[in-house]
């Protein structure tokens, strides 16, 4: 096949890609080493996150991505050719048509720079999705039919709430509170209760190991390693899973109330769908363990984390580009 065509869920925290035919190929970090001195770019994806607060004043490794929008265009560019590369081969004939995921919230500059970049990084054609519907693609929920479907979709740098049906959003909210929030959440409670500084990976580990959204009655404890506040000193503190669900408290409540607004906007008709068939969960932040519990708790709604959820919307842009017709009312903007 001679049209390359490649699917990009580019997130805040990981970017995924997507081939046809091959499913996901690629799952790396969105962070980028760059030299200071002479503005190249020195390393990207895992090699350059391996970076993160462990660089020289010569050298920032940086995530361009910011609440799932480009915050730094060069960067990003830089980091999609790098991607797109690695994904096909530097040596190609032929440019290849590209899908972007992006956040249902943003705006049409911001939507226009996604599409810039992927132009600039070597794409013949640049196609924009949703991240939700790219999401319920993914996930297998049939979004052409006429009943409603409601998908949450936690990512790193924002959460995408939406009510699909007959291939478009319905009703739908998008929330900059994700992943690298319950991060910073965990960072600061730490801080707070144990005196103890960390770093943004520490804290991720500790998420991702131990983290649960309601409290449990056997704990999992986990032990890290910090830097004293008082006395400046490394220190090991062993962390407690409800320790985790106290730290993020704050931040799921905003979750839950972003998905009680999309509900309360719902017609009657696709609330009353909505409620037979339970809300999807996708994305990293559905690992979250009890999230789905605390979510069908809270609004009285059944809730189900999608099979693969880290895959969904890398696998839902795979699916849409190669059903370009099937999807066309799906996808935004083409360039």
Known sequence: MFNKQIGIDLGTANTLVFLPKRGIVLNEPSVVAVSIEDNQVLAVGNEAKEMLGRTPDTIVASQPMKEGVIADYRVTEAMLRYFI????????????????????GITSTERRAVVD????????????????????????IPIAQSSGNMIIDIGGGTTEIAVICLGGIVSSTSVRVAGNKFDSAIAEFIRKEHGLAIGDQTSEEIKLRIGT??????????????RDMIEGLPKTI?????????????ELTEIIQAVKSVLQETPPELAADVIDKGMVLSG???????FDTLISNSTGVPCYVADDPLLCVARGTGIALENLESYKRSILSAK
């Open 85 to 104: 590369n690695k994904s096909i081969g530097n040596i190609r004939f032929f440019r290849p048509e590209v899908m972007v995921s992006v956040p249902a």
């Open 117 to 140: 970049a992927t132009m600039q990084a070597g794409a013949k054609a640049a196609y924009i999705i949703k991240e939700p519907v790219a999401a319920a693609i993914g996930s297998g």
């Open 213 to 226: 959204a309601l409290t449990v009655d056997k704990e999992e404890e986990l032990e890290i390693r910090g």
């Open 238 to 250: 062993t962390v407690t899973s409800n320790e985790v669900a106290e730290a993020i408290k704050d």
């Open 284 to 290: 990293g932040g559905a690992l979250l363990r009890k």
